[in-house]
C-alpha cells in the first residue's frame, strides 16, 4: 500500500506524540505504514507512507536516485547567472551536491495559504523557483538556495519520482493499492 500526503508546515514527520506539533497520527489513521524519507517539520509537500519496506528503501535511500521535485519560495530576484552553480553542483561544507535543475516560475497554481505566513519584506521581492534534484539529504535544497545567496522561505515537495500532490489537498491523504 502506497499513502501520498500532503504534509502541512509545522507537522512532524512521525507518529508518536510530540510536544510542540502535531504529528502523522493527527491527519493519517492507516495501520502500520512507514514515511519513506522526511520532510523537515517548517517543509511542507508530498511524504510518501507505505506498509512495503523494500518501497520505502527504494524511495528514500540515496543510492536509488528518485527524483524529487521541489517549489522553493526564495527571497530575492535570482538571475540566470545566480542560479547557475545549482546546475553544477553546490558545496555544501559536509557534501558537495550533484547537479539540479533549476527555473524561475510563477507561484504555483492553487497554492494553499501558509500557517503562519513566511516573513515578507516590502523592500524585497520573493521567486519561486522550481528546483529538481536526485538526492534528499538533511535540508539540502535550503541550504543550496542560501549558498547562493537567496534563502528559501518556504519549501514545498511537488513530487517524488512518479507521485506528485497534484489534487490532494493540504493535510490530506490519498491511499493507493499498486507498486511503482
Same mark, same amino acid.
Given at each position: 500500500?502506497?499513502?501520498?500526503?500532503?504534509?502541512?508546515?509545522?507537522?512532524?514527520?512521525?507518529?508518536?506524540?510530540h510536544e510542540k506539533h502535531p504529528t502523522l497520527?493527527?491527519?493519517?489513521?492507516?495501520?502500520?505504514?512507514?514515511?519513506?524519507?522526511? #520532510? /523537515?517539520? =517548517?517543509?511542507?509537500? !508530498? %511524504?510518501?507512507?507505505? $506498509?512495503? +519496506?523494500?518501497?520505502?528503501?527504494?524511495?528514500?535511500?540515496?543510492?536509488?536516485?528518485?527524483?524529487?521535485?521541489?517549489?522553493?519560495?526564495?527571497?530575492?530576484?535570482? #538571475? /540566470?547567472? =545566480?542560479?547557475?552553480? !545549482? %546546475?553544477?553542483?553546490? $558545496?555544501? +561544507?559536509?557534501?558537495?551536491?550533484?547537479?539540479?535543475?533549476?527555473?524561475?516560475?510563477?507561484?504555483?497554481?492553487?497554492?494553499?495559504?501558509?500557517?503562519?505566513?513566511?516573513?515578507?519584506?516590502?523592500?524585497?521581492?520573493?521567486?519561486?523557483?522550481?528546483?529538481?534534484?536526485?538526492?534528499?539529504?538533511?535540508?539540502?535544497?535550503?541550504?543550496?538556495?542560501?549558498?547562493?545567496?537567496?534563502?528559501?522561505?518556504?519549501?514545498?515537495?511537488?513530487?517524488?519520482?512518479?507521485?506528485?500532490?497534484?489534487?490532494?489537498?493540504?493535510?490530506?491523504?490519498?491511499?493507493?493499492?499498486?507498486?511503482?
Amino acid at each position: 500500500m502506497i499513502i501520498l500526503f500532503n504534509k502541512p508546515f509545522n507537522v512532524v514527520c512521525q507518529f508518536s506524540a510530540h510536544e510542540k506539533h502535531p504529528t502523522l497520527k493527527n491527519f493519517i489513521d492507516v495501520p502500520n505504514v512507514y514515511a519513506a524519507g522526511r #520532510l /523537515d517539520t =517548517d517543509s511542507e509537500g !508530498l %511524504l510518501i507512507l507505505t $506498509d512495503d +519496506g523494500a518501497l520505502q528503501h527504494r524511495l528514500s535511500h540515496p543510492k536509488h536516485k528518485e527524483v524529487k521535485i521541489y517549489w522553493a519560495q526564495v527571497e530575492g530576484s535570482p #538571475l /540566470d547567472s =545566480d542560479l547557475a552553480p !545549482l %546546475l553544477t553542483g553546490v $558545496d555544501l +561544507g559536509d557534501f558537495v551536491t550533484k547537479p539540479a535543475k533549476v527555473r524561475v516560475i510563477d507561484e504555483p497554481e492553487n497554492l494553499w495559504p501558509r500557517v503562519p505566513p513566511i516573513r515578507e519584506r516590502k523592500a524585497i521581492p520573493t521567486t519561486w523557483l522550481e528546483i529538481t534534484i536526485a538526492e534528499g539529504k538533511n535540508r539540502q535544497v535550503r541550504r543550496m538556495t542560501a549558498k547562493v545567496g537567496f534563502p528559501t522561505l518556504r519549501l514545498i515537495r511537488q513530487a517524488i519520482g512518479p507521485y506528485s500532490i497534484d489534487d490532494i489537498a493540504l493535510g490530506q491523504y490519498q491511499k493507493l493499492t499498486s507498486d511503482i
